[in-house]
């Protein structure tokens, strides 16, 4: 009896230690897609309210040259090895395309129109990934040209309470700054899937903001558009802050982290939920205009987006 009772002691803690590996294997993944949904979310109010009191390109020029610097000085104290030969071209396409760009126009743009709109265009970059195929020979889906219709739709929709914006110079600029990003960010993606690089992930980020923080830096000084250090506020630094830890740092890391563990599908939820954080805390938060008209476009044009991620799904499985 002593013997089968240690046995099945052995067995229960057997069951426990596996049972609870498998909750650790699946809850940090989904815990880390439940981070990058809202926090990414939160980040484009960050962004509103920084570049109320500074220039957009020049927030994201100090928000990348921090973020890229904490990541560096971290994997040289790791001694990671650095990259060679022609990872340093992925890298500096990447620093181009996702954060010189992307990122340097869409904290542009958010300057000049809601933090929500901004999110809510920024979410449609899938859109831009069928188009691009499309045009190096790719068809297109019947799946996809349902969802690019609906999401057209759905910004009708939301557009209705903008109509009158768009006489103004400032809203178009903002909505052009707005949707070029996140064609560039398309164009990254595709890059990274041909290009992907074989070193770690963390510090090829790091070195993507960083580089691409002297190429904003080159191109802000040579224009004139920045303002002394001394000049910026207190609240557009609380907005680089946490633009930078928990944007640029723990969010991305979070994101490369589900990507590495989930299943597609379940690692790019965030790009339905973000506009979705964006719009409710923007209006309670800077009081940005949610009607329902806004709502039943934003509902309309997520299921527009499901629809096109759901057709790059199944062209990737053919």
Request: charged share 10%.
């Amino acid at each position: 009896m002593e013997y089968l009772s240690e046995e099945l002691i052995k067995m229960k803690a057997k069951i426990q230690n596996a049972f609870s590996g498998k909750i650790e294997a699946i809850g940090l993944p989904i815990l880390a897609v439940c981070w990058v949904s809202f926090f990414w979310g939160t980040t484009w109010l960050a962004s509103k309210e920084g570049v109320k009191h500074m220039p957009g390109l020049q927030l994201a020029t100090i928000r990348q040259f921090l973020g890229g610097i904490l990541y560096i000085v971290y994997f040289i104290l790791k001694k990671e090895p650095w990259p060679k030969g022609k990872q340093w071209r992925t890298i500096l396409v990447l620093a181009i395309l996702n954060f010189a760009l992307s990122n340097g126009l869409s904290t542009w743009g958010v300057k000049y129109i809601s933090s929500g709109l901004g999110a809510i265009i920024s979410a449609i970059f899938p859109i831009w990934i069928i188009m691009i195929n499309f045009f190096h020979g790719e068809r297109i889906a019947k799946l996809a040209v349902t969802g690019i219709l609906i999401c057209f739709g759905g910004i009708c929709i939301i557009f209705i309470d903008h109509l009158g914006d768009f006489f103004k110079a400032d809203f178009q600029f903002g909505i052009i700054l707005t949707i070029v990003s996140t064609i560039t960010w398309a164009f990254g993606i595709l890059h990274t899937k041909k290009k992907a690089a074989s070193f770690n992930p963390y510090f090829s980020l790091g070195l993507q903001m960083f580089i691409s923080s002297i190429i904003l830096l080159v191109i802000t000084e040579a224009s004139g558009t920045n303002i002394p250090l001394s000049e910026i506020p207190s609240e557009s630094w609380f907005s680089i802050g946490y633009l930078v830890i928990i944007g640029s740092v723990l969010t991305f890391i979070a994101f490369i982290y589900s990507l590495q563990h989930l299943p597609t599908e379940i690692s790019s939820i965030y790009v339905y939920i973000n506009p979705i954080v964006a719009m409710v805390l923007g209006a309670i938060i800077f009081g940005e205009s949610l009607t329902s008209a806004i709502a039943v476009g934003v509902v309309v044009t997520l299921i527009g987006l499901y629809l096109v991620n759901k057709s790059i799904r199944k062209t990737k499985v053919k």
